[in-house]
């Protein structure tokens, strides 16, 4: 298994050669609090970098996810919807679309673990 990059706006992904799995973090999941709803987009569906393609819902609020990369929609993890606990940085079960990457260039600038935490402590 290929290490977690992160975006500034707590999303992970995880690469494996051309396709990436994308979720939300472990701090995004616990700040959102209890879930209630999860819309998920449609495969197929082409993404571009910073995008959004899915609403999170919690009984604090509805956030957006957005793409750390651009890409086609090849899967969405459709379990989520009726296992909202599943939601996190566990890629077996908490990714929520997989996608083919038409750029893989823009992951130069993601955060691996380390730096993640750093800018978590930041905030």
Request: charge should be negative; charged fraction near 30%; aromatic fraction near 6%.
């Amino acid at each position: 298994m290929s290490a977690l990059k992160y975006t500034k706006d707590h999303e992970w992904i995880e690469v494996t050669g051309n396709k990436a799995k994308i979720g939300i973090s472990d701090h995004a999941r616990d700040a959102l609090g209890d879930l209630v709803f999860l819309e998920l987009p449609d495969t197929g569906r082409t993404l571009s970098k910073g995008e959004d393609f899915a609403v999170i819902e919690s009984v604090k609020a509805a956030s957006e996810v957005y793409s750390p990369i651009s890409g086609e929609i090849t899967s969405v993890n459709e379990s989520l919807a009726d296992s909202l606990d599943d939601l996190k940085e566990d890629t077996e079960k908490g990714w929520i679309i997989a996608v083919e990457m038409s750029n893989p260039s823009e992951l130069e600038g993601l955060m691996d673990k380390v730096a993640y935490d750093l800018y978590l402590g930041e905030l």
